[in-house]
């Protein structure tokens, strides 16, 4: 009995345990079937919308995406049905219609996934008769190549149909585009003689959107879906608010201002800029900027790392008075794909409203660059560009004018959260600190508007005049913040131009301060001079007219560096190799202390701190630097300045190198000294 007990106990627990390998089974193929989200046929990269034409004896490839989460298999299964026995399709979706299949017939091509058999696409393809008229391709243009249009005005777009065993070249036009002026149409064209396969848009004058976009489809069959859509952008001049027209189809000129930053000799620049003819927005000459391979050096064949770094300076027109103009306007778009620009502002120096990230695309884009209003004297260089992803792309900008526009402000969007390092009390802080990071969003009317993110060294002041606020915890006067304890926090507003940001959390604490350097390390005496530009281990870079450095008596006592120079017409650069590393743990908050006078005064500088590599911070080793951007103070003498290392982590927040430099060009002919004394980090 207890033997037949036993057998019956093995039975059922076999039983069982086939049972619940049974369900597990199945559970992991529930939840690979989960994982399978959607299976799209695709041709050319192009999803199918509507049935594809091809003719007997052909061979088209079709592709399958499909969409997964975790890893599962992507494999699908392809089959076609409909067709004779000769008409096929192979296991990566290689489909060939028989000579002696039946014209006209319609096929249905489908793909499953291999895991989740309900997750399928089907498609339907028409079978052509190999010798009947077909259209086997269609472009559009438009008139003088243009790539806008008018309110109130005409375009005429015209379409180039490519067939084969005389087939009609007509073609339906239609707007595919939503939420036009009733009055915005299309009519015939009413050219003399008259030109097949075109037709005219009329834009009516308060015509709200600012694109649209055409649609031309071939009335004869063709082997494929030959839909063609064309997108121009829709404006309303802005002649009588021109008051300085810099460039326009080639009949202004900008000078072109590169950054090269190969003086260490690791390479050729890499970038192109010239005036193209047929690029224009019009249909002429636009300003192009490439970036190409470098040529030679350790970055031979490789785009140059730094991405895009241009200006344009006026050239053959007289010095604009900030006072007359409120904003710069350019057009700009981009070939070859997408392109990003990091940074895109005003020239006058970092003290900017920058457009960040901004993505070009093929269509052309008008952008709007306010000038700093508070600002006085004369503008001289007008667009910057920093950064960003255009290798292999070109950019084309057109039309570039200083204008007069009324200027709105939509909203101010400070961050959630601020971490504020200081001294302990009584120490304090200026609130513009705290804005980094901050964006506003501008409105030029036409729906136009653009949000502008305040970055490293740009004061919001320049614009505006703005009022402080705070909650407990810290007291506000005028732009100084006075926190009333570490380790406490209060909540930040600013509000100007009729707006009142968001409150921003701001967070206060201290560090120990670390000393970066006070350059007592330099062998030399004060007052001597460097000859060669090296010593103690510096390496000088000097732009044209810029004098021999000399070493001087910094604020506290200790050394400085110092340059003289007689004329700022071009840029001044010392990078020095630190002789001992320095490790600022999670100290972000740099003070450094600078002197300058003369042509220095109110320009655009640079604090440089190297933290991997060797030799100097320039070419290939400036991506192991923080370029950290402010303004050279209008006051004369000594100054103390703050900024912040975005991005600070461990694997570089040890400093080897520490360097300054003017970038910008300065007022021809006037004197100036720049000179930088104790680093600290907090």
Avoid at 473 to 497: H, K, N, Q, V, W
Avoid at 562 to 572: D, F, I, L, P, Q
């Amino acid at each position: 009995m207890k033997k037949n007990i036993f057998y019956f106990s093995a039975i059922a627990f076999l039983l069982i345990g086939s049972i619940a390998l049974f369900t597990a089974c199945n559970d992991k193929d529930d939840e690979k079937n989960q994982k399978v989200l959607d299976v799209i046929i695709t041709y050319n990269s192009s999803v199918i919308t509507s049935t594809l034409n091809r003719p007997k004896g052909s061979n088209t490839q079709f592709e399958a995406d499909v969409i997964v989460r975790d890893g599962v298999s992507k494999n699908v299964k392809w089959s076609v049905t409909g067709g004779v026995t000769g008409t096929t399709i192979t296991p990566t979706g290689l489909l060939f219609i028989a000579n002696n299949e039946v014209t006209n017939v319609e096929l249905t091509i489908t793909a499953t996934s291999t895991i989740n058999s309900s997750k399928s696409d089907s498609i339907k393809v028409r079978v052509l008769d190999s010798n009947a008229p077909a259209v086997t391709g269609v472009i559009i243009s438009t008139q003088n190549n243009m790539a806008r249009v008018r309110r109130n005005a005409t375009l005429v777009f015209y379409s180039d149909v490519q067939v084969v065993n005389g087939a009609s070249r007509d073609v339906n036009w239609s707007i595919t585009s939503t939420g036009h002026h009733l009055s915005t149409a299309l009519e015939p064209n009413p050219a003399v003689p008259e030109v097949p396969g075109s037709i005219r848009l009329f834009v009516h004058e308060d015509e709200p959107q600012t694109s649209i976009t055409l649609k031309a489809t071939p009335v004869e069959e063709s082997f494929e879906n030959m839909e063609v859509t064309r997108t121009v952008t829709i404006f309303t001049p802005r002649e009588s608010d021109a008051l300085f027209i810099i460039f326009s189809d080639g009949s202004h000129d900008c000078e072109f201002f590169e950054w090269n930053n190969a003086e260490d000799g690791t390479g050729t620049v890499g970038m192109i800029t010239t005036q193209a003819q047929g690029k224009g927005i019009d249909g002429g000459y636009a300003m192009e900027i490439a970036l190409v391979p470098m040529e030679s050096g350790a970055g031979a064949g490789s785009y140059p790392w730094w991405g895009i770094e241009f200006s344009t300076l006026t050239s053959g027109i007289q010095p604009v008075d900030r006072s007359e103009v409120d904003a710069l306007s350019l057009w700009i778009r981009s070939e070859g794909g997408d392109a990003i620009i990091g940074e895109l502002g005003f020239g006058d120096g970092f003290d900017r409203l920058s457009l960040s990230d901004v993505v070009v695309t093929s269509n052309w884009e008008n952008l709007i660059i306010p000038v700093p209003q508070k600002k006085t004297g004369t503008i001289t260089q007008l667009i910057s560009m920093n950064g960003g992803d255009i290798g292999g792309k070109k950019i084309y900008i057109d039309d570039i004018e200083l204008i007069k526009l009324d200027i709105t402000l939509d909203n101010i969007i400070l961050p959630d959260v601020y971490d504020l390092t200081i001294d302990p009390p009584p120490d304090t802080t200026d609130a513009y600190e705290l804005l980094q990071g901050a964006k506003i969003k501008l409105n030029f009317g036409e729906n136009l508007s653009h949000t502008y993110t305040h970055g490293a060294g740009v004061y919001f002041s320049s614009w505006y005049n703005i009022d402080y606020s705070s909650g407990p915890g810290a007291t506000i006067t005028g732009s100084t913040i006075d926190p009333d304890e570490l380790g406490g926090f209060f909540d930040l507003t600013i509000a100007f131009g009729g707006k009142t940001s968001n409150a921003m959390l701001v967070n206060v604490s201290s560090r120990p301060k670390i000393l970066i350097t006070d350059f007592d390390f330099i062998t030399a005496a004060v007052g001597t001079a460097w000859p060669g530009g090296e010593v103690a281990g510096w390496f000088l870079g000097a732009g044209p007219n810029a004098g021999e450095p000399n070493i001087l008596t910094g604020h506290d006592g200790s050394k400085a560096i110092v340059w003289h120079g007689a004329n700022a017409g071009g840029w001044v650069r010392v990078n020095n190799i630190q002789p001992e590393p320095v490790n600022i743990g999670e100290n972000n908050i740099i003070t450094f202390y600078v002197y300058a006078v003369g042509g220095a005064l109110g320009q655009p500088g640079i604090l440089k701190l190297r933290h991997s590599g060797s030799g100097n911070d320039t070419g290939s080793n400036a991506t192991n630097s923080h370029w950290l951007h402010f303004t050279f103070s209008e006051t004369p003498g000594w100054n103390s300045y703050k900024v912040t290392i975005p991005n600070l982590t461990e694997s570089n927040n040890v400093i080897r190198g520490v360097g300054i430099e003017m970038p910008a060009r300065t007022v021809s002919g006037l004197a100036f000294s720049i000179a930088l004394s104790e680093v600290t980090a907090r």
